[in-house]
């Protein structure tokens, strides 16, 4: 059995710290831990995993805890108006996400920055000659149980130690928002806790994050954070009101078309710290999930100014790159370089090289027709249309 109070002490011993600051987050803890092992069922191997992911977390929330004691200037860390790309699952968010990291334009974090965002040791905060940070290894051995545990959940959505990677970690570090937690695990009190929560807070823990991350890499370059989550979606309000000035990009594809990968995709992290297969109650978690949350962003999107948000089609971002970055550049004020078309095309070469196969999931295997996705979806296809 899991304790929230031992998680705690534990990373105090591991850390050698004992400030968490403020523990706004400890109520979430202590209510998922007690779903861990009410309704998880996890095997005691599978638990010990699990245990070692949550004490993660808390150790990086205390070594940045350490360092904004050490280093109060990192909470006057300016974070300008972020690009934040939203949208349902399988819709080209995350190439698109890659492809705007790889200009050198924008503030992005790699999967390793990400994984475990704090420092690790307390030297000095600008190294003239830094040794390789150790927590690139930590995310490489991550990757590749990752990799080897669950080959769908890679295929689903491949990552990569070095690449940019979804801001997902850093909400779960809050407690309070049902992201990874709820794509690992079974915790359907977790999740409904969640649902009742203040949304906020857990955008206000990454706005934090992301001045400590600022200070961390990006210190003095006064340049916009690119940002992306597709378990964000319906909650774009919320992030508007934490990240004033926000400029949306939603990736669009017709959900005939993302649910049974999607539906791999869910399956597949459940298999990470599972030894049972979820896959035959993927569907209903895809279909009422985001079926909710779209209605949920169409809401948002009725009373959001046209002017701040850009809609994007599946097949430009996989056939029609550069000329969907120029696109994106205007409509975000800035100039799209030559520089900045060297880089993507550098990147998209180190991508082809990589071979990954087309998807090959349907959505008879998961038990589900065309026409219930189509009823499922039927307000966002009715507004998209264009754009699917």
């Known amino acids: 059995m899991l304790s929230a109070i031992g998680l705690l002490q534990d990373a105090q011993l591991e850390s050698?710290?004992?400030?968490?600051?403020?523990?706004e987050f400890a109520e979430g803890l202590n209510i998922l831990v007690t779903a861990i092992n009410n309704e998880a069922g996890l095997t005691a191997e599978n638990e010990t995993r699990y245990r070692l992911a949550l004490l993660r977390l808390?150790?990086?929330?205390?070594?940045?805890?350490?360092?904004?004691?050490?280093?109060?200037?990192?909470?006057?860390?300016?974070?300008?108006?972020?690009?934040?790309i939203t949208s349902l699952p399988?819709?080209?968010?995350?190439?698109?996400h890659r492809l705007l990291a790889a200009t050198g334009d924008f503030n992005a974090m790699k999967f390793w920055q990400v994984f475990n965002f704090a420092r690790v040791d307390d030297g000095p905060a600008v190294d003239p000659d830094p040794a390789p940070d150790p927590r690139e290894a930590l995310a490489r051995e991550f990757l590749?149980?990752?990799?080897?545990?669950?080959?769908?959940?890679?295929?689903a959505h491949p990552m990569y130690w070095d690449e940019a990677e979804e801001e997902t970690f850093l909400l779960d570090a809050s407690f309070s928002s049902p992201y990874w937690h709820v794509a690992f695990l079974e915790v359907p009190s977790y999740i409904e806790w969640c649902l009742r929560c203040d949304p906020h807070q857990g955008f206000n823990d990454v706005r934090r994050i992301l001045q400590y991350m600022q200070w961390q890499y990006f210190r003095g370059q006064k340049r916009r954070w690119i940002l992306k989550t597709p378990t964000t979606l319906g909650r774009e309000g919320v992030f508007d009101d934490v990240f004033k000035g926000t400029d949306f990009i939603v990736t669009h594809r017709h959900p005939e078309k993302i649910v049974a990968s999607s539906c791999a995709t869910v399956s597949g992290t459940r298999q990470l710290y599972n030894d049972t297969d979820y896959s035959h109650a993927t569907a209903e978690h895809v279909l009422y999930g985001f079926g909710e949350t779209s209605q949920y962003h169409l809401q948002w999107r009725a009373q959001h100014p046209a002017e701040k948000v850009?809609?994007?089609?599946?097949?430009?971002?996989?056939?029609?790159?550069?000329?969907?970055?120029?696109?994106?550049?205007?409509?975000?004020?800035?100039?799209?370089?030559e520089t900045s078309r060297r880089n993507v095309q550098a990147w998209l070469d180190k991508d082809a090289r990589r071979g990954r196969p087309p998807g090959r999931f349907t959505l008879a295997e998961y038990g589900v027709t065309p026409a219930q996705v189509?009823?499922?979806f039927a307000g966002y296809i009715a507004r998209y249309q264009a754009f699917l």
């Open 90 to 96: 399988r819709t080209g968010s995350t190439k698109l």
């Open 58 to 84: 808390l150790v990086n929330r205390l070594r940045m805890q350490r360092d904004i004691a050490r280093h109060p200037e990192i909470l006057d860390e300016e974070i300008l108006p972020p690009v934040f």
């Open 16 to 23: 050698g710290l004992n400030d968490f600051g403020s523990m």
């Open 310 to 337: 850009l809609d994007v089609r599946f097949e430009d971002v996989i056939g029609n790159e550069m000329a969907l970055l120029a696109t994106i550049y205007r409509f975000l004020g800035m100039s799209f370089t």
């Open 144 to 155: 590749d149980w990752f990799k080897t545990r669950s080959s769908q959940a890679h295929e």
């Open 374 to 376: 189509n009823e499922r």
